[in-house]
């Protein structure tokens, strides 16, 4: 058997013992009978940001980031309460988004789920965040996470949340980066922080008590839909607009 097939057939071996398949979307990982998918997201450099009469989206900056993996969908409930077997969401549904979690609630989830995977899952950074909205390497630069028209790929301004991926995907396969809840990201908010933002993946405020969210929500405008939008709220803010993806 030749070195490279080796590899593959070890490959293969463990990924099939980690729980892991490989499909043309990505890293498909199963929890207790609840699978989920991360997709690829290939480093580049890229304009983060708006010139935009807002005062915390600007000025544009151009950030690089290095490769990562990001949730396919945002964390379902049923994945959630795979790993912590109970459910805090009020619009109950196994594949609606988990919502009404705090930054701190997402923290204690990605601790037990990193125990269960031996993995090292975490929130996005903002810069990941904006970067795969765009759609990354493959971004056509439209106004909303895969598409100029918000219909086709948003749930906003409704009752409720809606079924994760039930709307179009963006250019990478990724679905609801607009709309449907907010989602945590890892950093620390402040309202001049793409002014003094490092190229490099930049990983946020350096202190402050709020953490930033990104996407817009089922409840919001259109306005606030958009990638590049931001908001914030305290760690231990919760609200039935609110849930998170995994980054990896």
Not at 32 to 47: D, I, N, S, Y
Not at 172 to 178: A, E, F, N, R, V
Not at 225 to 238: K, Q
Request: proline letters at 3%; a negative charge; aromatic letters at 12%.
């Amino acid at each position: 058997m030749n070195t490279l097939l080796l590899q593959h057939v070890i490959l293969v071996a463990c990924m099939s013992l980690s729980g892991l398949q490989v499909s043309a979307k990505g890293i498909v990982y199963k929890v207790k009978g609840v699978k989920f998918t991360m997709v690829t997201v290939k480093g580049g450099t890229f304009p983060m940001g708006n010139d935009s009469d807002e005062s915390n989206d600007n000025p544009v900056h151009y950030v690089k980031l290095s490769t990562f993996s990001i949730g396919q969908t945002e964390v379902t409930q049923e994945l959630w309460e795979a790993v912590m077997g109970s459910n805090p969401s009020d619009f109950k549904g196994p594949k609606y988004p988990v919502e009404s979690v705090s930054w701190d609630d997402c923290q204690t989830f990605i601790r037990k789920l990193n125990q269960l995977t031996g993995e090292r899952f975490r929130l996005p950074t903002e810069a990941e965040w904006e970067y795969a909205a765009r759609g990354g390497k493959k971004g056509k630069g439209y106004i909303y996470s895969g598409s100029n028209n918000l219909d086709e790929v948003a749930w906003y301004d409704g009752n409720s949340t809606h079924v994760v991926a039930s709307k179009s995907p963006n250019e990478l396969g990724i679905y609801d980066m607009s709309g449907n809840v907010w989602e945590w990201c890892n950093d620390l908010y402040a309202d001049d922080f793409y002014s003094i933002s490092t190229f490099y993946n930049p990983y946020g405020a350096h202190d402050g008590s709020d953490y930033v969210l990104r996407g817009g929500c089922w409840g919001g405008s259109a306005s606030i839909c958009s990638v590049t939008n931001r908001n914030y709220y305290v760690s231990t803010g919760t609200g039935n607009i609110i849930g998170f993806r995994l980054a990896l």
